[in-house]
């Protein structure tokens, strides 16, 4: 179709409306201007639908739900009702900097045409100062190319190396087949549209950023966290290792399985204690034993469990407000003044 979007931005929204705000202003001021912006909204009570009804932008698609159905319906339905030749994931509280965010990307694609592209983000300090960049050693830092039909291992360890648990610059061609599609399970519910757009099409990592994620400090809540809450017993993130599973041989699958529990759970065990309490570690850490019995050989696990029992949440505050100290100083990007510039230039409110 003449009349088809490049790219599909889909926002999904719950009570953010000016963050949203925010992020849409951006995506209307991109150079790149053949797109369409799906906003899923998930029953939002803040004033989102009054926002949505005052844009006088036609590339503008507004979705209510009647009910609040939940992150990966809402997904799923934003991807059936998208047109473009690629869906943009985007959070609502994040945003494009650069007016020429979009072109870029596409000249990547038209470039290398691949099934999956991740774009990198940066993180901004909650004062809205500072810029760096939170990702944990072992991801990409440079442009990569994976070639299409490549073996599972190699797709599955491209995967995983772009950082695809943070939503916004998600992208993927929207031409998956009916049986491929997003999965109740975190940090990773994209898991077989990613693995199947890359291993059909290859894909591609951007590691110029072009996204400011949002970002503050977790604070202990008694409610259920998408990732550190059991569900039925169960991790949250086993769907996805599972679906894994299915692609990689015994030897492979343990190797994988062991290295992302560690990552995802046991390493951020006096994180999660301060979010969640004892009781919820304690279960986690229960079902990641069985899930992994190699879990009860490893030292690791051990040492970061018990100082995470052990340590009086007070202490565990301390260490961790010293240790995101030290890690923006670190991690902080250089080009500062040229982040913020693009910032002001496109219009950021």
Not at 61 to 78: M, Q
Request: charged share 25%; aromatic share 14%; hydrophobic share 40%.
């Amino acid at each position: 179709m003449k009349n088809k979007p490049f790219f599909s931005i889909v926002i999904p929204t719950f009570n953010r409306v000016k963050d949203l705000e925010r992020a849409i202003l951006c995506l209307q001021k991109q150079s790149f201007t053949n797109i369409e912006i799906l906003v899923i909204d998930n029953h939002s009570s803040d004033g989102t639908q009054n926002l949505m009804e005052s844009f006088n932008d036609k590339r503008i698609k507004y979705v209510r739900n009647r009910k609040n159905i939940g992150f990966y319906k809402s997904l799923d339905k934003a991807f059936k009702n998208s047109r473009g030749h690629y869906i943009f994931l985007h959070g609502d509280d994040d945003f494009l900097f650069d007016r020429d965010s979009l072109i870029k990307v596409q000249e990547k694609i038209k470039k290398f045409h691949p099934g999956y592209i991740r774009v990198k983000y940066i993180c901004r300090t909650p004062d809205e100062e500072t810029f760096f960049d939170f990702r944990p050693i072992g991801y990409f830092t440079n442009n990569k190319h994976l070639p299409s039909h490549a073996k599972n291992k190699r797709i599955i360890s491209f995967l995983v190396r772009t950082d695809p648990y943070f939503v916004t610059g998600i992208i993927f061609k929207n031409s998956l087949p009916k049986d491929v599609k997003i999965i109740n399970t975190d940090p990773f519910p994209w898991v077989e549209i990613l693995f199947h757009s890359a291993k059909n099409l290859g894909a591609y990592y951007i590691s110029e950023p072009h996204i400011i994620a949002s970002w503050s400090l977790w604070s202990k809540q008694n409610g259920i966290h998408p990732v550190y809450s059991l569900r039925d017993g169960r991790l949250s993130a086993e769907k996805f290792l599972n679906v894994v599973r299915d692609k990689l041989n015994e030897a492979d699958y343990r190797e994988f399985l062991h290295f992302q529990l560690m990552k995802i759970y046991v390493n951020l065990f006096p994180v999660i204690k301060l979010r969640m309490g004892n009781e919820n570690l304690l279960g986690l850490s229960k079902r990641i034993r069985e899930i992994d019995p190699e879990m009860e050989k490893d030292v690791r696990f051990w040492v970061y469990l018990w100082i995470a029992l052990i340590s009086p949440a007070k202490i565990l505050e301390i260490v961790r407000n010293l240790y995101l100290y030290f890690l923006i100083k670190t991690a902080k990007i250089n080009n500062q003044k040229k982040i913020l510039n693009s910032i002001n230039d496109s219009g950021d409110i």
